[in-house]
């Protein structure tokens, strides 16, 4: 029944459509065709009906063949002990928490490693981007070389160069290498003292938040001065004395409320201290060497592409290198390069999901990976997995909107 | 009166010209230069020599097995034992004249559409783009009195070339028209196109080719028979196209829009103003993108190890596997990285040249 | 135009057609072949030789459906799959059965929408430690670093044990079973647990394996055997009973070799077994000669457990628990009557 009403439908579409087209039937029907607007309203229609039509066979689909097939369905897995442990958990979880955790589990994780990627490789992209523009011609060639290898790899082999390849070749947890006694690097990751919290922590933290308004108010102060007066304020070099001089005098003066924790080898593994996993590491520096190729060039043509004549001007004027490039190139430049930085950081987090391939302990690993497994919900759990990553890119795409409306250039 | 000669003029300061002048100017023009030439170059020295020392004086080309590997330095014998399985895959190995022919065809096509001075391009893409896909089809999968070798005995090298050339080939056009879909008047199909780019631009590949290859069936009643490596194929289109349709974007909002205003102006139809106009001068602005996302498209093959296919990386992750063979990773993953680098890297020069030559004459 | 409307009218078309429904006997006889869910290569199990040809006892229980099916042996399509991917490949129809080294658990059972057909192999989760560590028991192994096959029971009866012992434990998660040694090999791990009949399979693929021990505690009741979806009987039937056949085949003493003059036995259940009489195939909905398919081209189950991971393979383990009943195993088919 259903079938053959299909089949009509079908017909219908087909000849329907080419008896509407024919310009031969001059009657009302094809002069309204012929109109744009009906015309257009009439595709608009059929491609909204297809679609409509499409989505509800396959919604309809889906559903026949999971009742069909006695597959669970809907959310109630959520609530349901996970009963596997995670290797990197940022919150608290261990065995008996549920597949919601793990799905929050692997989140943050996901998020860690991009925030980690993110920071190191517009780091490493801008010292790229600036060395291919440098007037030193070893330097220019050595990161054109750079940028031409490690681009043309394909990520996914990146990652399994420096897991399996380097990172393999560290020596076991007996043969640690150690730095002080309190750093250790072996192949089970990077062990290092975590800092624990003692008597008077809570004054310390207020003390470092009092330096901070400090600095805030102090920056506020200096540009004014400077709009009212001409008069220049050093104000970076300033900061910097207050935040570390609060930090390090602080810390005597209330009595070293930061203990640490330091790792040792216990039993078969080390103890204490935070573990940095290999897995980890190896995405990590994968990710920021892959994405600082594209970041330094989008640097270097964000550089070249402001005119020369700016360059003449500053020289005309006067102003040395740094403050051409602090106050005239890079502010033009960072127009240009806003919306291409956007985009490779929403593919560095979207890649970051090529962690599945060494079991870094991200968002698809853990819960697209394991709890998929472990309850068999593939369509709700890769929508859930497709909405976070969707959700995280319009985020950040309309952030950087926002960002990219204020520095953009205002013309008159 | 004696006749006014020149002095011949002197030459220029040793300092200045000539390989000391040059390093003098690019090497060593201030201090800060200095210390950064001679910190890189110690960099390079330290990283270079034990390299080349590793991979060429102290390598071993040549050999049979594990045993010959004795010098201490990179074993390529593990390579050039497999090499048949890391380029063919599974593929019969007295059918691999079939890749091979297929592979040539290839070349010569795009030596003919590459290379400007051969004559009846037309031709030779509209050969490209109708002969050339079925014969490639019935050379690789069979028919037509050929066996038949199923798609699940593909792999290694000629794997990644199958996925990424299709896939360069059905991507442009979608992404073309969605592109078109974007700008469109109608707020219906702009939305379907937003949407529909908006969304494969936002998820992880490797999500997609989950779904596509395990997931696919159960959208279907009674479930769908098509290839595995179809549906990734699919994946990877879909996900590239919406960005090759950003791409193409790009390039028409570069577009003036006197242009556009123009081309109405002569009475021109919607497809006969994107087709002679618009698109033309577009295509200059949109090359170097366009190569990226092939680009892109090409490294992203190599993602399908993920789902189980085995294109050249997954031929040499099998391979590393073997008991007989293990502690080679960094051999086995140098020599795709290679692989890789050689394509992707033509690509990109190729894109420069091309650029090059259709910037006519809007330098300043 | 109307190009552009055929089109449409055309997808439409393609659209409602794949309303059409078939059960899965039908669909594999159409298609000419079974399409067969396998591992990523765990030798003795499912793993490609040099050829390119799967091998293994779970390889073979596919192969014995095929024989079943069409009378062939070789109309199998392997479909390889990580532990991570198998169970929706088998829901979705991408395989119609599912030979994986796949624990029988209530939940798959009850809420995956499978049905897992019989067990053609009984086994147990165990460890697997490097003979320097100097452990001797899984009970010393505190605040270990354990590599495991992502998306197996394993992963849970690992949990439950170190949790049972008041112990810790780092898990250490990798995709493939090719993974799971190397990082045991390079260290990153100090224990690989998983069945103990991988732990020899895996063990083999040590560059050392003399380096490395099984502990001898055995964690977990690991059933093994090859999965079909829910809501098909009849396919349902067809597999079970191939792995069946294999097992009654050996109680009665069919081989490869002696499959054709025990056709000639005048045992009326060896007769009926073979399709000499009656028609055992036919309620199948297979032909009458299936079992002798199976006998003939696969072999016993006591021969594929010996080609594959016992005595005359590199594997090397005894039939143990997978011994006939009659000789004190567990293995036991219904009767083909």
Not at chain 1, 24 to 44: E, H, I, K, M, V
Not at chain 2, 40 to 59: C, D, K, M, Q, R
Not at chain 3, 51 to 66: E, P
Request: charged residues 15%; neutral net charge.
């Amino acid at each position: 029944m259903c079938w053959s009403l299909r089949f009509c439908w079908a017909f219908l579409a087909v000849y329907g459509a080419d008896y509407i087209m024919n310009p031969n039937n001059r009657n009302g029907l094809s002069r309204l065709f012929y109109n744009p607007t009906a015309r257009s309203l009439f595709f608009q229609a059929l491609i909204l009906g297809l679609l409509l039509y499409f989505v509800m066979t396959i919604v309809g689909n889906v559903m026949t063949n999971l009742n069909q097939r006695g597959i669970s369905t809907g959310f109630g897995f959520l609530s349901q002990p996970a009963g596997f442990g995670i290797s990197q958990t940022l919150i608290e979880y261990n065995e008996t928490f549920t597949f919601g955790r793990t799905f929050f589990v692997g989140l943050l994780n996901t998020l860690l490693v991009s925030f980690l990627g993110v920071i190191a490789a517009t780091f490493l992209g801008v010292v790229v981007g600036i060395s291919r523009i440098s007037p030193n011609w070893l330097l220019r060639k050595i990161s054109m070389v750079y940028v031409e290898i490690l681009r043309n790899i394909p990520l996914l082999l990146q990652i399994f160069f420096w897991y399996y390849v380097v990172l393999q070749t560290l020596p076991r947890p007996r043969d640690s290498l150690s730095f002080g006694e309190s750093i250790f690097i072996n192949i089970r990751g990077v062990f290092v003292p975590k800092p624990v919290p003692d008597a008077g922590f809570s004054f310390y933290i207020a003390l470092l938040v009092a330096a901070v308004v400090a600095v805030v108010a102090l920056t506020i102060w200096a540009k004014r001065r400077m709009r009212d007066t001409g008069q220049q304020f050093p104000v970076f070099w300033t900061s910097i004395a207050i935040l570390f001089g609060t930090a390090v005098i602080g810390f005597f003066i209330t009595g070293r409320p930061i203990m640490l924790d330091y790792p040792e080898l216990r039993g078969l593994n080390f103890r204490g201290g935070i573990t940095i996993l290999p897995e980890l590491i190896a995405l990590w520096f994968a990710l920021t060497i892959y994405t600082s190729t594209y970041i330094g060039e989008i640097v270097r043509s964000g550089i070249e592409s402001v005119s020369h004549g700016q360059t003449e001007a500053c020289r005309a004027l006067g102003l040395n290198e740094g403050h051409r490039m602090k106050l005239v190139i890079l502010p033009q430049a960072m127009r240009v390069m806003i919306p291409p930085m956007t985009s490779q950081y929403l593919n560095l987090t979207k890649n970051s999901s090529l962690a599945t391939a060494i079991g870094y302990p991200d968002l698809v690993s853990v819960f697209a990976g394991t709890t998929l497994n472990q309850t068999g919900q593939a369509i709700e759990i890769i929508s859930m997995t497709m909405l976070v990553y969707l959700t995280i890119s319009l985020l950040v795409s309309a952030f950087m909107n926002w960002f990219n409306r204020r520095v953009a250039l205002v013309e008159r | 009166m004696s006749e006014f000669v020149p002095k011949p003029a002197r030459p220029a300061p040793i300092t200045e010209i000539g390989a000391i002048g040059w390093a003098r100017k690019n090497l060593f023009s201030s201090i800060p230069n200095t210390v950064i030439t001679l910190l890189t170059a110690y960099v390079l020295w330290s990283v270079l020599v034990p390299f080349l020392g590793w991979a060429f004086v102290n390598a071993d080309w040549v050999g049979s097995s594990r045993a010959d590997c004795t010098s201490g330095g990179a074993c390529w014998v593990f390579i050039s034992v497999r090499f048949n399985l890391f380029m063919y895959g599974f593929y019969p190995e007295d059918s691999y004249w079939r890749p091979n022919l297929a592979f040539i065809l290839l070349i010569g096509f795009l030596i003919w559409l590459s290379i400007p001075r051969i004559p009846f391009k037309k031709l030779g893409a509209i050969l490209a783009l109708t002969v050339y896909p079925v014969l490639a089809y019935v050379l690789l999968y069979g028919g037509f009195g050929l066996e038949v070798i199923p798609t699940h005995r593909w792999g290694g090298l000629m794997l990644t070339l199958v996925l990424a050339l299709i896939g360069i080939v059905v991507a442009i056009p979608i992404g073309v028209v969605l592109a078109l879909g974007r700008r469109s008047e109608m707020p219906v199909i702009r939305m379907v196109c937003v949407i529909f780019i908006e969304f494969w631009r936002g998820v992880p590949l490797i999500t997609i080719l989950f779904m596509a290859s395990v997931m696919l069936p159960l959208f279907f009643v009674g479930g769908t028979d098509a290839d595995k490596l179809m549906r990734a194929l699919i994946g990877i289109v879909m996900f590239q196209s919406a960005y090759m349709a950003e791409v193409v974007r790009g390039g028409l909002q570069a577009l003036s829009k006197g242009q556009f205003e123009g081309a109405d102006a002569l009475g021109l139809s919607y497809w006969q103003k994107m087709f002679l106009v618009v698109l033309p001068q577009a295509m200059k602005i949109m090359i170097p993108g366009i190569v990226n996302t092939l680009i892109s498209l090409f490294k992203d093959t190599s993602l399908i190890v993920i789902i189980g296919l085995l294109d050249i990386l997954g031929m040499v992750r099998q391979a590393l596997a073997d008991p007989a063979w293990l502690g080679y990773p960094a051999e086995g993953y140098l020599f795709v990285a290679f692989m890789f680098w050689i394509f992707c890297f033509s690509m990109s020069r190729y894109s420069i040249y091309l650029e090059n030559k259709l910037n006519t004459g809007h330098k300043r | 135009m109307k190009k552009i409307a055929t089109l449409v009218g055309a997808t439409v078309a393609i659209m409602a057609t794949a309303g059409a429904h078939a059960n899965t006997l039908e669909t594999v006889k159409n298609r000419g072949a079974v399409q067969c869910g396998v591992s990523d290569g765990l030798p003795g199990f499912s793993a490609t030789d040099s050829s390119g040809r799967w091998q293994g006892i779970d390889a073979d229980v596919c192969r014995a459906v095929a024989a079943a099916v069409f009378g062939d042996a070789e109309k199998v399509n392997f479909v390889s799959l990580t532990a991570t991917e198998r169970f929706t490949a088998l829901q979705s129809g991408e395989i119609d059965i599912l030979s994986r080294n796949t624990t029988w658990t209530l939940t798959r059972d009850a809420s995956l929408g499978l049905n897992f057909t019989g067990v053609n192999y009984y086994d147990g989760q165990g460890f697997l430690v490097s003979k320097d560590l100097g452990v001797d028991t899984a009970k010393e192994l505190d605040g270990a670093s354990v590599c495991i096959q992502s998306g197996t029971t394993t992963e849970l009866n690992l949990a439950d044990y170190f949790r049972v012992n008041g112990m810790s434990y780092e898990p250490v998660l990798y995709d493939t079973s090719d993974q799971t040694v190397g990082g045991f090999e390079a260290g990153r791990c100090d224990v690989l647990t998983s069945d103990q009949s991988q732990l020899y399979a895996l063990r083999i693929q040590l560059s050392d394996p003399d380096s490395a021990v099984v502990l001898p505690e055995v964690i977990s009741k690991e059933p093994l055997g090859p999965v079909v979806r829910q809501g098909d009987d009849a396919w349902f039937n067809v597999v079970k009973w191939s792995l069946y056949a294999m097992i009654n085949a050996e109680e009665m003493g069919i081989t490869t070799a002696n499959a054709e003059e025990m056709k000639s036995s005048n045992d009326p259940g060896i007769q009926r077994f073979l399709g000499v009489s009656g028609n055992m195939g036919e309620l199948l909905g297979v032909s009458n000669d299936w079992a002798f398919n199976i006998s003939k081209q696969v072999g016993n189950y006591g021969e594929v457990f010996e080609r594959t991971v016992g005595t005359g393979s590199p594997l090397n383990i005894s039939r143990g628990l997978n011994a006939l009943w009659s000789d004190g195993g567990l293995q036991y088919a219904p009767p083909v009557r």
